[in-house]
């Protein structure tokens, strides 16, 4: 669906169902570079099993109008407008990468909106190489190159996929390479809220991590999760892009995590 | 980097898709051959049925042998997805399909493989979809052919039999302003000599049956999604850009982007057709992927040997290869085909028609019959066989001349290919003599 948020068309996926905000909402929000598309086998599943869905493209990013947020900090912002903008006031937050971090600020902005926490692949602070940052300014298609290589793990630069006849990589590829990737990977380096923004949350949390993750190392994920007492699932055999390249065990930790809260 | 591994294509070619299995560790693929699979549950039989999670249901759809194959093409080509299906023909139908809907419109190269011209000119035709045939490397006649209903552009990367290379930069830049994908046919070229999504085309389709297997064991066909075509900004595919009712009103480009089409390729058109690889014939295929590039590299070293031979011959009338200047597209396959124009060739035989017959029934090496791509040398005449079909003016346009002989240069030692056709040049020369003594 479409939602206009601070006079920007977002484009918003519901799972292939329509919106709901009478039923318990589980909110996905995607990484750097990335779009709705990310969580396209995790958020189906909710939808029709008794949840609604509300998976947006950031603006500026693929099917979303408007300007690239230019920071964490504006990102939590934005969210509270944008739940306003689609009727819900609390919500299950699941972030990947840096929708993580966007979680995590919607959290210390407006921290009664959340019923749950999950940070997918993430931590509390994601510092970015200067030099991936440049390159991202001068080519997107560069960057999403060096962050798909070392983004994904050793099954996926294999060819594995869960989809059958997929290639995550090249889909990672096409969505990153056209999306403000150089923005948003500022807005990583340039936070420093997450230690501050973790000591205010008290919902239930959970982390789910990649044993082969480059990008935030297993070790930086894990000392989120023990800071909030999440409930922790490690996928050793997977790397950073959990949502695309581990679908089918995101999903079974994201239930199994989000169903024991509502219940 | 191929946008889908960052191994080499070697390397890809003998690995993507698959790893050694958990349960016994078998280093080649299995062959799963199933027509079906166990559901865990009832939850997660649902959550399959409704593309909420990936996975076989039936073999139909998918099939893991199959799917280490899909993922293996779609690597090398570099693009996002690819979809296997029975044969070349059948890669073409459900590709046409899956795009077009009655009242659509096509515009085709008219140098393409006789069979589909004849899909395209009289099965489409019955079914209400219409096909405008054009010089593909003539701008303004491909421009001028596109019309408010047409849904695609169809061409081979080098078309068959006539040998010319389509300028896919020029033949894709002038259809996605207008909205439209491009669809190759690079069967000739495999990804090992020229990959067209690098050059601008959106779908790419293959006869698997052919270099990609090399052994002419295994009849096959597989569809790759590029990725790189934006479905909805064209306006002209609903199908894709608004909700498919027989799965609860997915729209496939919201929710699959990049590969949208292999998605939907998947959910309808497989469960619709029914053109299915078997897992049996994706395995044997499997094994002929895995020495691609070495096969494609003595496939073209024997072809340059056997061309710079044929023109040395006085019973050749003429030699048609994308390598050779004489070419109409020659400067194009240097961008394109930068190792070589591929392992097919055409030449004549002095003597025209019978002088070519002459020819072909005097081979005892070469194999005379309706297929290319396979490891031995196979020799066609188009106009008597796949051709055949076709109008006088139809084969002119096509590129074919009565005494065309279509070869596909094949891996035996050069001097044996080259002795072979000798003794098939002097058959014909013998048979020119005696039609001149006759008169």
Known sequence: MKLNVNGAEIHVATGGKEFDSSLSTVLFLHGSGLDHRAWALQTRWFAYNGYSVLAPAFPGHSLSGGNALSSIEESGAWLIDFLAAAGVDTVHVVGHSQGFLSGLELAAQKPAVLKSLTGVGTAAAIPVNPMLIETAQKSAIKAAEMMLQWGFGSNAHMGISATPGMQPIAIGHKIMSSNPLAIDLQCCADYLGGETALAMINVPTAMILGGQDKMTPLKTGKLVAQTLKAKLTVLEDYGHMLPIEAPKQVLSALREFIVSVEQ | MSRSSFYHPDTIALHSGYTPESDHGSRAVPIYQTTSYVFESVDQASSLF??????????????????????????????????????????????????????????????????????????????????????????????????????????????????????????????????????????????????????????????????????????????????????????????????????????????????????????????????????????????????????????????????????????????????????????????????????????????????????????????????????????????????????TEAMQAAGISEDLIRVSVGLENIKDIQNDFAAGLKAAKRLLKQQGSAQ
């Open chain 2, 50 to 391: 409704n593309v909420e999670q990936g996975g076989h249901i039936y073999s139909r759809i998918s099939n893991p042998t199959v799917a280490v194959l899909e993922q293996r093409i779609a690597a090398l080509e570099g693009g996002t997805g690819a979809i296997c299906t029975a044969s070349g023909m059948s890669a073409l139908f459900t590709t046409f399909i899956t795009l077009c809907s009655s009242g659509d419109h096509i515009v085709s190269s008219a140098q393409i493989y006789g069979s589909t011209a004849t899909l395209l000119r009289h099965t489409l035709k019955r079914l209400g979809i219409d096909t405008t045939f054009v010089a593909i490397n003539d701008k303004q006649a491909l421009e001028q052919a596109i019309q408010p209903n047409t849904k695609l552009v169809f061409c081979e990367s080098i078309g068959n039999p006539g040998l010319e290379v389509a300028n896919l930069p020029q033949i894709s830049e002038l259809a996605n302003i207008h909205g439209i994908p491009v669809v190759v046919d690079a069967t000739f070229a495999t990804p090992a000599l020229c990959r067209p999504i690098d050059f601008g085309a959106n779908v790419v389709v293959h006869s698997i049956t052919k270099w990609m297997g090399g052994h002419g064991a295994a009849i096959g066909g597989a569809i790759v999604d590029g990725g790189n075509f934006d479905w909805e900004m064209s306006g002209r595919f609903p199908e894709l850009t608004e909700p498919y009712e027989p799965f609860h009103g997915i729209k496939f480009w919201e929710e699959f982007g990049p590969n949208a089409l292999a998605m939907k390729i998947r959910s309808e058109s497989m469960r619709d057709l029914g053109a299915c690889l078997s897992p049996n014939n994706a395995f044997l295929i499997l094994q002929g992927i895995e020495t691609l590039n070495m096969r494609m590299q003595q496939h073209l070293a024997n072809t340059k040997a056997l061309i710079e031979w044929l023109k040395g011959q006085d019973e050749v009338a003429w030699v048609n290869h994308p390598d050779l200047e004489e070419n109409a597209s020659h400067e194009i396959a240097k961008k394109l085909f930068s190792q070589g124009g591929g392992s097919m060739l055409c030449f004549g035989v002095v003597g025209g028609r019978a002088g070519g017959a002459a020819f072909i029934d005097a081979l005892q090496l070469a194999s005379h019959l309706a297929n290319v791509g396979d490891s031995r040398t196979l020799v066609l005449h188009p106009g008597s066989t796949t051709h055949s079909r076709l109008t």
